[in-house]
């Protein structure tokens, strides 16, 4: 298992990952709501706030997932976050995903945000590889997690339906062995 109870603060030169605070809901909320976030993370829940507001108020306690809020560095306010979690012991291996709501959109924060968790995951654990999914019309993350070093590795196809089409979620992956060698 991997211990991932301390929950840092990484300041990079246009974002900082921390874990959340109170002040951080109001953000959280537009996020959520929001309809880019809505369609690229397939969500269909209605939003509940005092659901939402637990959920938050929870994800510092979490020992076995890391679930860090996206701070706009200069404007000094939530405009994502950034989650590892689904831990796969027989492989050694988590999941990763990043949220960027309207906010933090077309500044080079969700990259900067993905090599900055990426980067700590694998300096900070024992972790082999990470893994992600990204819904096939959503070429702009995908992009970025190519940059970063992500490959690809498999296709389920048909995994969400929306607006009456069937979309492929592309699932990627990054190995410690692909990141050292990105990063000599």
Request: glycine share 4%.
């Amino acid at each position: 298992m991997v211990d991932l109870s301390n929950k840092p603060h990484i300041e990079g030169a246009k974002v900082i990952l921390r874990p959340f605070n109170e002040e951080d809901f109001p953000f959280i909320e537009e996020c959520l709501k929001d309809p880019e976030v809505i369609k690229l993370t397939g969500s269909t829940a209605e939003f509940d706030r005092e659901t939402i507001t637990n959920w938050y108020n929870s994800r510092n306690e979490q020992t076995d997932r890391l679930d860090l809020a996206i701070v706009d560095k200069f404007e000094n306010h939530l405009v994502g976050e950034v989650v590892v979690n689904l831990y796969d012991e027989i492989k050694q291996s988590m999941n990763f995903r990043i949220l960027v709501g309207p906010r933090g959109r077309n500044r080079g924060l969700g990259t900067e945000s993905t090599q900055l968790i990426i980067d700590y995951v694998f300096q900070h654990t024992n972790l082999n590889q990470l893994t992600l999914s990204v819904y096939e019309f959503n070429p702009r993350a995908r992009s970025v997690y190519e940059k970063i070093g992500f490959v690809f590795d498999s296709l389920d196809k048909n995994e969400l339906e929306y607006e009456g089409k069937w979309i492929d979620s592309i699932n990627m992956k990054l190995t410690r062995e692909n990141w050292k060698q990105r990063n000599k």
